[in-house]
């Protein structure tokens, strides 16, 4: 019974080493690059986003991101900043180019699409480590590579909420703590989501995801992102990231 | 016939083995009979606004919503709010439901200096009076919460549940049980109504189940007590009811492995086949007790049976096949296939008489007695024969004044086309209907699918202005609620961005801007709000209004505006606009059961008339049995105009029924007065002889099918309880026309001729 109990203990222990790991993956101090948003629904014809994205962090590690947006022409000239607080809600200020006008949003929950896409706010946020509760479902291969399978489950109603996701199943690699594919369930307890990375790179020694896939399984409905022209450590002015900028 | 005859007399064993077998087989493919509620089903599928409407089913979401709606005297207190919270959250968790739009979940839109927020109403339970206070003020005064979320009584606010897309029938009332559930806990002192399309489908499709189980047995027990009273013997009483059982059994075992699934009007066809059916074997034993006092071989009473009745009971069986494939030619599915279903059934049933009950006479033991004799019934008899002889013109004007009183009664039918229709005023449902139609925007919606060819089209701020012209006019309309549209969305999101100043309550005049707002939209909310609306490519928008009415009139003078206001307004550009939705396919629903209606009957006179001209070899008397069937007709539309029972999906399928059914009495006079003729001059004496002779027949056939419908009576649904009232008259009249007005004509028709 003990031993059972023991390895049980260990099992999740070692999950959330492993997620742990994965959460605190090195990243960059600043980062510029082009961005791709391809939204192809089941039927019908794909639209595609371009934008030019840039992103720094502070002392405190806190990231603030600037997305301007180039392609297709009636938004050209839109223009995203998020500041994020360690301490408080996220400031997130839009720039319309047609009103001449940024205006602060100010708006909290996470379930939200980024951008119209299957994406959501919280898939490209990252979330609360201590939201959920992990366990090592098994190791195995995917795609050649060993990965831990973990299972990440919401700990209360307010989580699943907050996230719109109940459960989270993630292929972790073992050698460089990347997720690799993942799959989320709902409230009820239904997989109708997948996100596939397609390509990941290491730049100056940090491992990203460049291309990324999320499918959402009800409506057929894909979303993928591309990065490209990396630009990593750059230096960037700060003035990039105040709110009088946008304009 | 006689080759039947031999075959029924010879393989009695054999037939009842294969008859079993067929039972058995059948029998196994019931379970996989499926219910069906959904009234607009019924429409043909090539209907321009079905084809619309099934096009907004495919390019956007789910638009299924279960309404709930807690009432309470202080709906802002900290109490009240916490079980909105609580019962916004239970129901949430619930399988199948995509989202809720409530109190719970709303967010404000706030366009300030500072900026635009987005604010929830409750992150988490509300627990203070300033948390309370709060809400209050973010609540009032905005029009999008007043319209639908608080009552207009500002006793209640709603819960609305959406439905995930392509839930089965099965699914829905699933969903909505458990939502009952979790509401009975939640009640107390507030009072929840719980309504909504998939509820009232869910409900129709529990009654259909608890109609056949309940109503089927009762029907089968009243018509044993019927056959033993006038049988006074087990085998009279059994065998008709068994044949009735088995072809129920056939029937709806090739409904299961068919997939025709059984509706409001399909799920009678038990009922139906035990008040019509029974009829059959009736004939049948009767006659084989006389046969068999005659010839003591059973195999060759029951060959005489056969050649002597058989006809008999195939008249009365085809006519009424005739009576319900008449109603192939109605535009509604659904009727359509209650016409065949039920044909069929009748046909089988028809069969399984012929086969059946003469295998099981003659293995079965000779019976002690002959039927009985019921005296009063026989002076009744003679006294009507009496009554026409020296009477005749009354009764013909009796006929005359029906006829008038029908076409007097015709322009006061109404109708109707709506499932809430069918549940009592006093019904849980239709209170909570009613309640959430008064102080809600509204529970049946109109579609408007804006259509345009170039990508991007609705982007378009010149198509986007005729669209909000249109959708504002339609939301001013009497009985219109607010419509959910991409221009309001619009307008709200122009109107935040310039901090709320109300003259920015307007479509964007660049194509830019347009984007760029919805491109702001998209950031923060459910990427399935926006979807609701516009498709993807902005190609088509869904405006769809909430109308707090389906009184059919008004939704079809309301579409009619619409499309009156519309046309001037789209004249010239590639906008290309459809009205469709639930209250538009109502207003069709009802204009092709008018069209049915008059369709069917036709036809139905003319494939009777064939039938019973081969019959009684001679057209004329084919139209002669028809004549009293115009009566009966005429005077179910006048009971129904003055009654003020409306045509519906249901009672439009009455006067074929009348007519395939009722013709049978007709037939039955006409053939034994031709019989009577070779031997009798007298027409006086012909009509006494044959009134007595085949009176006693029509009227236990009459009283035993009438008994059998008013069964129907019980049933959960308005429209299958009119049916059954509608029958019973038209038994009745057709009873009259057969032994009253028929020899009446006849006796008019040979006075002249004598003159001449």
Redesign the interface.
Same mark, same amino acid.
């Given at each position: 019974m003990i031993k059972v109990m023991l390895s049980m203990f260990l099992i999740t222990q070692n999950a959330k080493d492993i997620m742990l790991k994965v959460h605190n993956r090195p990243t960059w101090k600043s980062m510029k690059s082009k961005l791709e948003l391809r939204?192809i629904?089941a039927k019908?014809?794909e639209?595609i986003y371009k934008m030019e994205s840039y992103s720094m962090k502070n002392e405190k590690d806190e990231t603030s991101m600037l997305i301007k947006f180039v392609y297709p &022409?009636?938004?050209k000239g839109?223009k995203?900043l998020l500041i994020e607080h360690k301490d408080r809600e996220d400031d997130?200020w839009?720039y319309?180019?047609?009103?001449r006008?940024a205006?602060?949003?100010?708006?909290?929950?996470k379930? &939200?699409?980024?951008? &119209?896409?299957?994406f959501s706010n919280y898939d490209i946020g990252g979330g609360e480590f201590e939201d959920w509760d992990y366990k090592l479902l098994e190791e195995k291969e995917y795609e050649g590579k060993e990965v831990y399978v973990i299972e990440c489950t919401a700990k209360s109603?307010d989580v699943?909420?907050k996230t719109g996701y109940s459960k989270i199943i993630k292929y972790v690699l073992k050698d460089i703590s990347l997720t690799v594919y993942s799959e989320y369930y709902d409230?009820? &307890?239904?997989l109708f989501k997948k996100i596939t990375t397609d390509k990941y790179e290491n730049i100056e020694g940090v491992w990203f995801e460049t291309e990324m896939t999320a499918e959402n399984l009800?409506t057929g409905h894909k979303s993928k992102f591309v990065f490209t022209e990396i630009e990593a450590n750059v230096k960037l002015p700060k003035k990039y990231f105040s709110p009088s900028y946008l304009k | 016939m006689k080759f039947l005859a031999k075959i029924v007399s010879k393989f009695a064993y054999i037939n009842l083995i294969i008859i079993l077998i067929i039972t058995v087989l059948l029998g196994y493919f019931m379970k996989d009979i499926k219910v069906q509620a959904e009234l607009e089903s019924g429409l043909p599928d090539n209907l321009p606004e079905v084809v619309a409407q099934n096009k907004v089913k495919e390019l956007f979401p789910s638009q299924d919503v279960i309404f709930i709606v807690v009432k309470s005297d202080s709906i802002f207190s900290l109490p009240y709010l916490k079980k909105i919270y609580e019962l916004t959250d239970s129901i949430l968790f619930l399988n199948g439901v995509e989202d809720i739009f409530s109190l719970a979940t709303a967010s404000k839109i706030k366009g300030e200096e500072k900026g635009i927020s987005i604010i929830p109403l409750m992150e988490n339970i509300p627990e203070t009076e300033e948390d309370m206070k709060r809400i209050k003020e973010m609540v009032l005064g905005d029009e999008i919460f007043e319209g639908m979320l608080l009552g207009k009584d500002k006793k209640s606010t709603a819960i609305l549940a959406l439905l995930e897309k392509g839930l089965s029938e099965e699914e829905k009332i699933g969903i909505y049980e458990k939502i009952l559930k979790i509401t009975k806990k939640f009640e107390n002192p507030e009072e929840i109504y719980v309504s909504g399309k998939p509820v009232i489908e869910a409900l129709i499709a529990e009654r259909v189940q608890g109609d056949i189980r309940r109503l089927f047995p009762l029907s089968i027990l009243v018509s044993m007590i019927l056959l033993f009273l006038f049988f006074g013997s087990l085998r009279g009483t059994f065998l008709p009811v068994l044949t009735v059982f088995i072809s129920t059994i056939w029937m709806m075992g090739i409904q299961g492995l068919l997939g025709i699934p059984i509706g409001m009007e399909t799920s009678l066809l038990p009922m139906l086949l035990v008040a019509i059916g029974t009829a059959y074997g009736i004939h049948l034993i009767h006659q084989f007790t006389e046969e068999i006092e005659k010839e003591e071989d059973r195999e060759k009473a029951v060959y005489n049976l056969i050649l002597k009745r058989g006809n008999a009971v195939l008249i009365a069986g085809l006519t009424t096949v005739a009576g319900f494939f008449s109603l192939v030619s109605q535009d509604i599915k659904t009727i359509k296939t209650f016409g065949i279903v039920n044909g069929f059934g009748i046909l089988v049933t028809l069969f399984l008489s012929i086969f059946l009950i003469p295998s099981f006479l003659r293995i079965l033991k000779k019976p002690k007695k002959a039927t009985r004799e019921i005296k009063p019934l026989d002076k009744f008899l003679s006294l009507s024969g009496d009554s026409v002889v020296k009477k005749y013109p009354v009764f013909l004007i009796t006929g005359l004044l029906i006829i008038i009183f029908g076409t007097l009664g015709i322009p006061k039918i109404k109708s109707e086309s709506n499932e809430i229709e069918n549940f009592s005023k006093k019904s849980n449902i239709r209170i909570s209907y009613e309640y959430i139609n008064k102080n809600y925007a509204g529970t049946t919606p109109l579609t408007l699918l804006f259509e345009t060819e170039k990508e991007d089209g609705f982007k378009n701020p010149e198509l986007l202005k005729i669209v909000d012209k249109i959708v504002e006019y339609s939301e001013n309309l009497p009985y219109a609620g607010k419509a959910r549209s991409i221009t309001g969305l619009l307008k709200r999101l122009y109107k935040s961005f310039e901090n709320d100043k109300e003259e920015f309550y307007r479509i964007p005049d660049k194509k830019e801007l347009v984007s760029q707002l919805i491109f702001l939209f998209e950031m923060s909310s459910n990427p399935e709000e926006l979807a609701r609306m516009v498709t993807s490519d902005w190609k088509k928008v869904n405006v769809t209004l909430f109308l707090k009415t389906s009184d059919t009139r008004i939704l079809s003078d309301i579409v009619k505006k619409i499309e009156e206001y519309s046309k001037n307004l789209i004249q010239g550009t590639d906008i290309k606009l459809t009205i469709t939705g639930r209250a538009r396919l109502y207003v069709m629903m009802d204009y092709l059961i008018v069209k049915g209606q008059i369709l069917s009957l036709i036809s139905a006179f003319i494939l009777v008339l064939i039938i019973t001209s081969i019959i009684l070899k001679s057209f004329k008397s084919g139209i002669l049995s028809i004549i009293p069937m115009t009566m009966v007709v005429m005077g179910n539309f006048g009971f129904m105009g003055f009654l003020g029972f409306p045509l519906t999906h249901s009672t439009s399928i009455v006067a074929s029924l009348a007519i395939g059914i009722g013709i049978d009495y007709a037939v039955h006079y006409i053939n034994r007065m031709n019989l009577l003729r070779r031997e009798i001059g007298n027409i006086n004496e012909i009509i006494r002889k044959s009134t007595l002779s085949v009176g006693r027949a029509i009227i236990f056939n009459m009283v035993s099918v009438t008994l059998g419908f008013l069964v129907l009576l019980l049933s959960s649904f308005k429209g299958v309880k009119t049916i059954s009232i509608l029958i019973a008259i038209t038994m009745i009249l057709s009873l009259f026309g057969a032994i009253f007005i028929l020899p009446s004509f006849v006796k008019l028709i040979t006075k002249k001729e004598g003159r001449k």
């Open positions: 939204l629904p019908g014809r639209r &022409g009636d938004v839109t995203f997130i839009i319309l180019p047609a009103l006008k205006k602060k949003i100010i708006a909290s929950g379930k &939200g699409a980024f951008m &119209g896409s299957d109603r699943i909420k409230k009820s &307890g239904n009800k | -």
